[in-house]
């Protein structure tokens, strides 16, 4: 067989927490990616997604295990990969030029080979005439090709992007998918193959050669689908339906598994955060289930007009309050929830705050209020611990979760002009 491109042999990643303990992200995670391959990567969130690709790349080491380039192994930056964010990373100070040239800070090129290839970058994703232009006045997704163009300046081997168009509205986000499909089919294109983290489940049939579905707590692999249907891809043909609601039932199960978990290890822990959803929402997901009864998790899609992942989240959140039940992907209210539904609004907030209590994150963060001077805790501080405790997740967008739905419970309450939490409310 011939030797993979990029290769990740039994790689496992785990951090040390306080007292001893440690949280593993990773566990014996094995892949491939071959010449000429486009691997989209899904999961839900937490799994470990973006920790996987920073070690694929040399961004970050892994406990146990090796990541391989072309069979060597790979002990720091990988050769020849690019990455491409999903936040757009630009320096505000800078033209769009000016940023794309970044890209080429350590190049040996000379002066006229490097100008060439911006050129050729700035030419490729459609952004000639906006050399001079600031990216105060671009919008998100020329933002994004500017991103795109300083990735594809040094004329990379393996293009890696993560998550790249979430930050984008959906008919950006279509331009740029089907850009990225034309760059990697082109024969002038330099990009061998690409590697792709992706929460949009159409966005990785659209686009992979092969789908990894990731399971988390600890992130695992459980499955890879090769996906054969020819470029370009139709999103409404038969097989890109099947494929689409094949991947669906996977990934379904990856959050919201019918069995119990295994038991974790004892050096192991599984910290639980909240999933990015508001309050409103996911009582908005009782309100339907009091009228309409219970739902088949694809038939609620369509109920509630939200895109299938973000109703994962909502669901999950109510899960994890206690509020429903998931058996054979069913959503159904438990009498914990019919009661929540009931109540008028200080005796929601009062069960919404023994609820809260019961989760690990907001019990943490009530403990580290409580031993604080004060009892307050600076929002930098927090955010420092938040990185640490759940390396798999944004801190300030956890953060700002996490607040909303405190003060919903009147848990603790958060000060926006100090910028400190604290007890009481």
Known sequence: MATPLLEARHVSLAVELAGGKHLEILHDISLSLGEHQVMTILGP????????????????????????????????????????????ALF??????????????????TEAERLQRLQHAVTVVGLKGFEEAYPKELSGGMKQRVGLARALVVAPEILCMDEPFSALDVLTAETLRNEIADLYTSKESPVNSILMITHSI???????????????????????????LPFPRDEHQPEFLALSAKLHALV??????????????????????IPNVSP????????????????????????????????????????????????????QMTPAGREFLAADIPKRKALLNAQLRK?????????????????????????????????????????????????SAELFSYNSRRKVLHAGH
């Not at 399971?215 to 689908?225: E, I, M």
């Not at 919201?256 to 910290?271: G, I, N, R, S, Y």
Request: charged share 15%; net charge negative; aromatic share 6%.
């Open 252 to 273: 379904t199960q990856t959050v919201l598994p019918d069995e119990p978990p295994t038991a974790v290890p004892a050096p192991m822990l599984a910290p639980q955060a």
């Open 45 to 88: 969130s937490g799994c470990g997604k973006s920790t996987l690709l920073r070690l694929m790349i040399g961004l970050q080491k892994p406990s146990a295990g090796e990541v391989l380039y072309r069979g060597t192994p790979v002990t720091t930056l990988t050769p020849s990969t690019a990455l491409v964010f999903q936040n757009f």
């Open 202 to 228: 159409e966005e990785a049939v659209f686009l992979g050669t092969h789908v990894v579905v990731m399971g988390a707590h600890p992130g695992t692999v459980r499955a890879v689908l090769e996906n054969p």
């Open 280 to 331: 409103v929402r996911t009582i908005g997901l009782l309100e339907v289930l009091e009228n309409e009864g219970d739902q088949d998790l694809f038939n609620l899609t369509h109920q509630v007009d939200t895109e299938f992942n973000q109703l994962l989240l909502v669901v999950k959140a109510a899960e994890l309050l206690g509020w429903v039940n998931t058996p054979g992907q069913r959503v």
């Open 92 to 109: 505000p100070w800078l033209t769009v030029q000016e940023n794309i040239a970044m890209g080429q800070s350590n190049s040996p090129l």
């Open 359 to 407: 989760v690990y994150i907001f019990d943490w963060v009530l403990g580290i209020l409580a031993r604080a001077p004060g009892q307050e805790i600076d929002e930098e501080s927090l955010l420092s611990q938040l990185a640490l405790i759940f390396p798999h997740e944004r801190p300030a967008r956890l953060l700002h979760t996490v607040i909303g739905w405190a003060r």
